[in-house]
């Protein structure tokens, strides 16, 4: 190839990859953002649009005659600065809105020009934490057994990502741009764990721990043995109040002097009822 062919190139390559160039920013809705050219001293005039790429891309900033510097249209008031130094531009009180293609030029015939995709996110919310198909009466059938599950959901937005942690370990996460809501279920297995949803975007995170003893009381006990105390607390709960009024209902039939009161151990045959005696007269 000839030194011209090269030369031709060369210089096609560098003017392309100056047009391609692609900077990727991010910023946080309400905070400043500054797009670097990177460039100590701008020799030529400076044009930024927006948003670059669409057909409604529009110059927003110009700088003339390396000092004068006029801003465009109403969108970015009083919320964008040109460094005349280095062609740099600020957009102050970010919204989501920002959020696009950014194109500097510099020089009238496109001498350089860099385009900024700039991606603006909101704080992620707090998840909220609520009880899934945690059934009582399962839970009294039987005791041991019973499992508790919760749901954390949290507001989708751009980027967002809901997980579960255990220990600083991640269980699960779910993310999905489609969602107005994100929300992963959780099967506790371990009631000494501390377990905690996360909530995150690329500029901000929310966790919230889950207090296993709000949505599981029935088995927020430590470890297996008292878990099964727990439960014969409650049943012993239940007998010792059928054992008071049993015992109340026969000393009242007593004070009347009943022959019937005699009869009174017939009755201990509820089973409840016998099986508290009992344990009432152990106590
Ligand atoms: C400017 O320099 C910074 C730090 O070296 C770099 O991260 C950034 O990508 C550069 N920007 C451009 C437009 O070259
Ligand atoms: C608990 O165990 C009983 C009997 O072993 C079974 O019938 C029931 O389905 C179990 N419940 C759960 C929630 O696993
Ligand atoms: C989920 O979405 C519903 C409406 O679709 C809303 O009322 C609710 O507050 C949301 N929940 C969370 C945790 O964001
Ligand atoms: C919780 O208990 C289980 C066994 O019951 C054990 O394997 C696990 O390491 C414990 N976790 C913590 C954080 O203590
Ligand atoms: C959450 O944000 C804090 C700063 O706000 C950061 O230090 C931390 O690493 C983030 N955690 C995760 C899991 O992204």
């Keep these: 190839m000839g030194r011209i062919t090269w030369l031709f ?7 392309n990859a100056g047009q391609t160039e692609v900077k990727k920013v991010r910023g946080r809705a309400g905070k400043t953002v500054t797009l670097h050219s990177n460039i100590t001293e701008v020799q030529s005039d400076v044009i930024w649009s927006f948003p670059f790429g669409t057909s409604s891309s529009k110059v927003i900033a110009q700088l003339f005659n390396k000092e004068n510097v006029k801003y465009y249209g109403q969108r970015f008031k009083d919320r964008l600065q040109l460094d005349t130094q280095t062609g740099s531009l600020t957009i102050k009180n970010l919204n989501t809105y920002d959020s696009g293609g950014y194109q500097l030029q510099i020089g009238s015939n ?3 020009s860099i385009t900024f995709e700039v991606m603006v996110y909101g704080l992620v919310s707090k998840p909220e934490i609520r009880p899934l198909n945690t059934d009582e009466s399962d839970f009294r059938d039987f005791p041991s057994n019973s499992s508790c599950s919760v749901l954390c959901s949290v507001e989708n937005g751009r980027e967002v990502t809901l997980s579960w942690q255990r220990e600083g370990e991640t269980l699960s996460h779910t993310s999905s741009p489609d969602l107005n809501n994100l929300s992963l279920p959780l099967e506790i297995e371990e009631y000494n764990s501390t377990y905690s949803c996360a909530a995150a975007n690329p500029v901000s995170n929310q966790s919230l721990d889950l207090n296993t003893e709000e949505f599981c009381p029935q088995n927020a006990a430590p470890t297996p043995t008292a878990r099964v105390s727990k439960s014969l607390l409650v049943l012993g709960g239940t007998g010792c109040v059928s054992a008071v009024l049993c015992v109340a209902h026969m000393e009242e039939e007593e004070e009347e002097k ?5 009869k009174w151990p017939k009755f201990y045959t509820i089973n409840s009822c016998r099986w508290c005696f009992s344990v009432s007269r152990e106590l």
């Design 9 to 15: 190139l060369f210089c096609f390559y560098v003017l």
């Design 110 to 112: 496109e001498e350089l």
């Design 258 to 262: 009943n022959e019937e009161a005699a």
